[in-house]
């Protein structure tokens, strides 16, 4: 599958104000930030734990950039142009516009670790975990791919193997890329679209699960 170009920094929380500013200044000919619109998600991004930053490149053809700041990291996380959609080539353009208007130049300033990584081409489960892998791949060779494993006993314990090993790990696999892993593997479209279903619920209820569990008291039975 091919991947978006994407820049990320690694920034302390402390030195993150600082930093966005030192951006904004140096690529104001380029780029404004776009505070009213931050404003407007500051309570839904405050009730996530993470901060949404955005800006909108002022000349030439209008575009906004999307970050996300998440456990000290500044991710690229979307790009809009005004036309209906926007190819892998556009994209990088925009992004290495962004980059070089003012954000290499900050990081390089605060000795910050970022990164601009030119759009590729990627296994779908590139980046995961090794035994995360490893369960995903177990199931995709083991069970039954005409009703994906729900009809054995056997075959759901290597699904349920794999979403718990993805959920212990923090490991996530966006809806795009499980897809295309199971279609590769030869599972029938509506049997994929029932397992993504499946594993973006699972990944939903587990860390809810973890968070009663940890408040959980025991109750004994005679």
């Not at 140096?26 to 404004?32: G, I, K, L, V």
């Not at 923090?170 to 049997?191: I, N, T």
Request: net charge negative; charged share 25%; glycine share 6%.
């Amino acid at each position: 599958m091919r991947q978006h170009s994407q820049i990320s920094v690694q920034i302390p929380e402390d030195f993150l104000d600082l930093f966005l500013a030192r951006v904004s200044e140096y690529a104001a000919r380029r780029w404004r930030r776009d505070f009213e619109v931050e404003a407007n998600g500051l309570d839904f991004a405050d009730a996530l734990g993470v901060r949404y930053v955005y800006y909108v490149r002022v000349t030439g053809k209008p575009a906004e950039i999307v970050f996300i700041y998440s456990k000290e990291q500044l991710k690229l996380i979307n790009l809009f142009t005004d036309g209906h959609g926007i190819g892998y080539t556009e994209h990088e353009r925009i992004t290495v516009d962004f980059w070089k208007a003012g954000m290499k130049r900050v990081c390089d300033e605060m000795q910050l670790l970022g990164h601009f990584v030119p759009s590729r081409t990627v296994r779908p489960e590139e980046g995961l975990p090794p035994d995360v892998v490893a369960s995903l791949y177990r199931f995709s060779i083991c069970v039954n791919k005409d009703d994906g494993g729900t009809a054995h006993p056997s075959d759901m314990a290597l699904w349920c193997q794999f979403l718990s090993i993805s959920h212990l790990r923090g490991a996530r696999m966006g809806e795009d890329r499980l897809s295309e892993y199971l279609l590769e593997k030869q599972f029938p479209e509506d049997v994929v679209e029932t397992l993504v279903r499946q594993y973006e619920m699972a990944m939903s209820l587990l860390p809810l699960y973890d968070q009663l569990a940890e408040r959980a008291t025991p109750v004994m039975v005679q």
